[in-house]
């Protein structure tokens, strides 16, 4: 038990270091020495140190840029509930970057991100609703999701909603935003 409280401790410092080197936070900035300290993070399991570490491989920073890799440790994060990681395994599953194009498995990974308070895949959602890409057209819910994003500055859902509400009923409206109010993000 021990032990691995202190291989936690260790992978989430790793991750702080590696933002400091990343950033150039209180030391001089070196993103290889970032990127050594982001695989150690990843390597000792922490989600964190997992999700930058997949960054610095989807962005080819001070590694050789592999989509599959960046893939692979955005899952691992995003399996220990690292909402980022959600989000993007879905974009790549949406694009078919580094994994199979998969659009079902995409909106699963973006729901589990959207759920837990993601404001681009709430957007994403809400568009989705709005729509009715793939799914049954639901203005309610697409408020809802919309709504959620908005509360968290997302300029694209603002322009979203607006339009949006020029298609609903004044009991739609009431409607989504007391499913609002009722909301909570799913840990």
Known sequence: ???HRGRERRGRAQNVLGRMYQSGDGIPRNDQK???CFREAAELGDMNGQYNLARMYQQG???VRDNKEAAKWFRKAAIQGHTKALYRLGVLYE???GVPRD???ADKWKLLAAEQGDAQAQNYFGVKYAKGLNV???YIKAYMWLSLAVMQGNRMALKNISTLTDEMTHEQIAEAKQM???WKPKA
């Open 1 to 3: 038990m021990e032990a």
């Open 34 to 36: 970032a990127v050594n």
């Open 61 to 63: 920073k001070k590694v």
């Open 95 to 97: 694009k078919g970057i």
């Open 103 to 105: 659009p079902k498995e």
């Open 136 to 138: 049954e057209k639901n």
């Open 180 to 182: 609002v109010q009722e």
